[in-house]
């Protein structure tokens, strides 16, 4: 993908740097206050509601967002021009006790609903633990109709490995933002040119 415009960066003593957190803390909240924890992609122009074209045709798409640097590795590369810092008004979701039990709930509701559910993990935050990831391996082996893709800056610990373990499953598809050679790798280009250099896939958007 190529960047979606210059990030504000923040210094390396701004207290959203310091204590790994959003800049907009009014735009986080419990899941538990919230009416629905997934939005519908028609929400977010790269990603649309519904996918179009190949074996998912028809599936509804919905994303997920959590907390920016709050559950994000310090090691991403992005943690002080992330792309959050421009993203005032989404609703960031706190990685708190309710979070998966909530996620389950709703999820269930949503597969009971449609045939197919292609979830965007994540539209800001990173797998922020063991257990989470756990929890989408049991989700996927649960629910035959849910597919899950997304982004993700863990490398090299064991949050990392267990998401290359989850990637094994046939319906998961999470890339390692400059992550090394392979299949489940993402790369960010400045130009279209770069992408072909790389032999990558560029998202028409």
């Known amino acids: 993908h190529t960047p979606a415009g210059k990030p504000y960066e923040l210094t390396a003593d701004?207290?959203?740097?310091?204590?790994?957190?959003?800049?907009?803390?009014?735009?986080?909240?419990?899941?538990?206050?919230?009416?629905r924890l997934f939005k519908g992609g028609e929400n977010n122009r790269k990603i649309g509601g519904n996918v179009t074209k190949g074996a998912l045709r028809g599936a509804r798409v919905v994303t997920l967002t959590l907390e920016e640097r709050a559950t994000c590795p310090r090691s991403c590369a992005h943690w002080r021009d992330c792309y959050g810092n421009n993203m005032n008004w989404p609703t960031r979701i706190a990685a708190d006790d309710d979070?998966?039990?909530?996620?389950?709930?709703e999820l269930r509701k949503l597969c009971a609903r449609h045939r197919l559910v292609l979830v965007r993990l994540h539209v800001l935050g990173d797998f922020f633990s063991l257990d989470y990831v756990?929890?989408?391996k049991r989700m996927l082996d649960v629910l035959p109709g849910l597919h899950v893709y997304g982004y993700t800056a863990r490398n090299g610990c064991d949050i990392a490995w267990a998401i290359d373990a989850l990637n094994g499953h046939a319906r998961c598809w999470i890339r390692f933002s400059d992550g090394d050679d392979g299949q489940f790798r993402a790369v960010t280009v400045d130009t279209p040119e770069q992408a072909l250099e790389a032999g990558t896939i560029l998202c028409p958007v």
């Open 14 to 35: 701004h207290i959203a740097v310091v204590d790994g957190r959003t800049l907009f803390l009014a735009r986080t909240s419990a899941g538990a206050v919230m009416e």
């Open 99 to 105: 979070l998966m039990p909530l996620l389950e709930a």
């Open 134 to 136: 756990a929890f989408w």
